[in-house]
């Protein structure tokens, strides 16, 4: 025994000289990968030229250089389970973010944060207008060459939390946010009229930008109860918009016509509030029902801005006394009556409730053959839907799921109006999926639905004599059009070795469309078909890639009459988008300091008009069919990072950005008296980034 006892130690000490610094350093790892960690990294990149489009909202669209810092800060005090936590992301560019956060774990806790996000004009102005972004703007007279403008705005949203547990099951929230946009967006005043269709100049529209300077505030206190089988969370929602400038006054201009648009009213006041109610009820494990219960009134009581040439008819006030009361309620419900059988089933009701005074506004210009009588049109609709579903599980892993759907909206109208209407549309859907497990590594689902839309007849459009309006009932506006769709859903999930995994993915849907006019104007049918297949796969413990390709093709023929009777003319359109997209992926770690990623992506998208004429009659004006457009986004992004010790190292990014259109929006484009908006439809920019990291405890 003794021998034993004294051979032991030497044993044990042989077997600490042997394994002792491995057994350390991991029990030093296993501490590091435990405990909580911060960092910061902060570095400089530069871009080699102009990417208005590039750095649209992070403000990199100009060549120089720029400061890269990033912060995550943590604390925790173990014996009282209080944290604290300051995360900064991108405090170096124009869309930076900044969290401030304080908390006890099972108590209380609160946070401040900032955010700013800018939003630069991807095109130039030319123009030699003054008062850009003041709610005073001098336009020139006489056509000038103009000097080259930046438009952009700028969100300054600042945050306010603080969340307390209370007795009971009880649990307060509390959220306040204060955003402030200040800046200037392109923007015109005209009427049309007055120019060639196609040519530099057409009709009388004048630059006049949107000058911006409003203030948005929102509060959410919530109320919540957490019991075993009953969850209830209610509260208050409240916003408020505030523009600091409620209209746009020119001075100068060359365009006569336009006297009688100044000022130009901009967006009003408003504010909302909310009472609202969520729960769920556990009423057995395997049943459970859900409900919310919201209640909102939203109002606009900002006084009008007028023009000298459109004096509002007496008697209406002085601003529009708008009110939209808002009542929703939705119910659901989930069971699983039988270990095979499970249904799913919801309800919901939403009330959009218009008060707003219909009243007079405008009588100048108003005429027995009008379709406008200087009325505001109400927009109430009422909206009620429901879904039935339930899944089986059949033999040889297969999974059969059925569904019905169901939904009716009610609208209300102006019977002076230039399109025709419908006060009741009603659509009914019908889904049939069959999922099956096939074996291991492959799992697909086919789905099938089907839906119709239809109503009662249409409302005809009358005159201000009260007469039809033979110009206003040639066309179903879309959304409430008779409608027939079929959807059909393809999806396989395969995994044919062990670092394998694809996944396909197929959609298409096509629409009918019925009418209201013999000449079958309007949309007539429309198609959508979607294409994707992603990979992952594992080469090794230390890389792996990933890869994906997707198309995207959508068409809607259309036709518009215009004229009288069979006399006119019918133009058709065939819109057609399609989007071609493809991304590869990279991430290794080829030793243990350094680790490198790719991403490489390309879409093509082309935007065809495909218009024509259907009738022989010649037009007056012969009018060139629109050019086709196409747009190819390309993006590389490299990066890669090394430790120069364990808890401290550097990395280098580097990103291709190229843009390329051929949109011909603004390539004729021209305001009156010379104002111009300058695309760039070929942008390419190289940003490189070179930055340090440290990590802390």
């Not at 130690?9 to 042989?14: E, G, K």
């Not at 529209?205 to 959410?220: C, K």
């Amino acid at each position: 025994m003794n021998l034993h006892i004294r051979h032991a130690f030497p044993l044990t000490a042989a077997l600490l000289a042997a394994f002792g610094p491995a057994l350390a350093a991991e029990s030093e790892e296993v501490a590091r990968l435990t405990k909580l960690e911060s960092a910061v990294s902060f570095g400089l990149g530069y871009a080699d030229t102009d990417g208005r489009r590039f750095g649209q909202y992070t403000g990199v669209n100009e060549q120089g250089a720029y400061g890269l810092f990033n912060a995550d800060i943590a604390r925790r005090d173990d014996a009282t389970g209080t944290w604290l936590k300051l995360a900064g992301r991108n405090l170096g560019l124009d869309n930076r973010e900044l969290r401030f956060e304080h908390n006890r774990q099972g108590n209380w806790g609160y946070f401040i944060e900032f955010s700013q996000l800018p939003r630069f004009e991807p095109h130039i102005v030319s123009s030699v207008a003054t008062g850009i972004g003041t709610p005073n703007l001098t336009l020139p007279t006489v056509a000038t060459t103009g000097t080259d403008t930046e438009l952009k705005t700028k969100r300054e949203a600042i945050g306010l939390g603080f969340d307390k547990l209370l007795p009971g099951n009880l649990n307060l929230q509390v959220r306040f946010r204060n955003e402030e946009k200040d800046g200037a967006r392109i923007s015109g005043r005209g009427t049309p009229g007055g120019g060639v269709v196609g040519g530099p100049v057409f009709g009388n529209f004048e630059f006049a930008p949107e000058p911006i300077n409003s203030t948005t505030r929102q509060l959410d206190v919530t109320l919540g109860y957490e019991g075993e089988r009953l969850q209830l969370a209610g509260g208050y929602y409240g916003t408020t918009y505030n523009n600091q400038y409620n209209g746009l006054t020119t001075t100068g201009g060359a365009a006569a016509a336009l006297a009688s648009f100044n000022p130009i009213a901009l967006p009003p006041d408003t504010q909302s509030h909310q009472l609202h109610l969520t729960g769920g009820y556990s009423f057995t494990p395997t049943t459970r029902g859900t409900f919310k219960i919201a209640y909102t009134k939203a109002a606009q009581d900002d006084a009008f801005v007028t023009g000298v040439n459109i004096p509002l008819a007496p008697g209406i006030g002085n601003n529009a006394q708008a009110r939209l009361d808002t009542t929703l309620v939705q119910l659901g419900l989930t069971a699983r009556p039988l270990p095979k059988l499970s249904v799913n089933a919801s309800l919901r009701y939403e009330d959009v409730n218009d008060k707003t005074p219909i009243l007079p506004y405008f009588t100048v210009g108003l005429g027995s053959t009008s379709t406008f009588n200087g009325n505001n049109e109400p927009h109430s609709f009422r909206t009620t839907s429901g879904k039935l579903e339930a899944s089986y599980a059949l033999p040889m892993a297969f999974r059969l799921t059925g569904g019905l759907g169901y939904e009716e909206k009610k609208h209300n109208f102006s019977p002076v109006r230039v399109v025709t209407h419908r006060d009741k549309t009603e659509e009914t859907s019908y889904r049939v999926e069959l999922r099956r497990s096939m074996s291991a590594t492959v799992t697909g689902a086919l789905a099938y639905i089907h839906s119709e839309r239809d109503g009662p007849p249409f409302m005809l459009t009358t005159l201000n004599n009260g007469t039809i309006a033979l110009s206003g009932n040639r066309v179903a506006p879309m959304n409430i059009a008779d409608r027939d769709r079929d959807k059909v859903r393809l999806s396989v999930n395969w995994t044919p070795a062990e670092p394998l995994s694809l996944q396909f993915a197929v959609d298409e849907a096509r629409d009918s469309y019925g009418q209201i006019h013999a000449l079958g104007t309007g949309v007539r049918k429309g198609e959508a078909r979607n294409y994707s297949v992603d990979a992952a796969y594992t080469f090794s413990d230390q890389w792996q890639g990933t890869a994906w390709v997707s198309r995207n093709d959508t068409r809607q023929d259309q036709t518009q009459h215009v004229g009288t009777g069979t006399a006119g003319l019918v133009w058709a359109a065939a819109l057609r988008n399609v989007g071609d997209s493809f991304g590869l992926g990279v991430r290794g770690k080829p030793s243990g300091r350094l680790e490198l990623g790719a991403d490489l992506s390309h879409s093509d998208i082309n935007d065809e008009y495909g218009q024509q004429r259907l009738n022989a009659a010649s037009p007056a004006t012969v009018v060139a069919p629109l050019p086709e457009v196409s747009t190819k986004l390309t993006r590389l992004t490299l990066f890669a990072k090394y430790a120069v010790q364990k808890n401290a190292g550097v990395r280098l990014d580097y990103i291709y950005d190229r843009f390329s259109t051929d949109d011909f929006t603004w390539t004729t484009w021209q305001y009156v008296v010379g104002t111009r908006v300058l695309p760039d439809p070929r942008q390419k920019v190289d940003f490189i980034g070179v930055s340090g990291y440290y990590r802390f405890q």
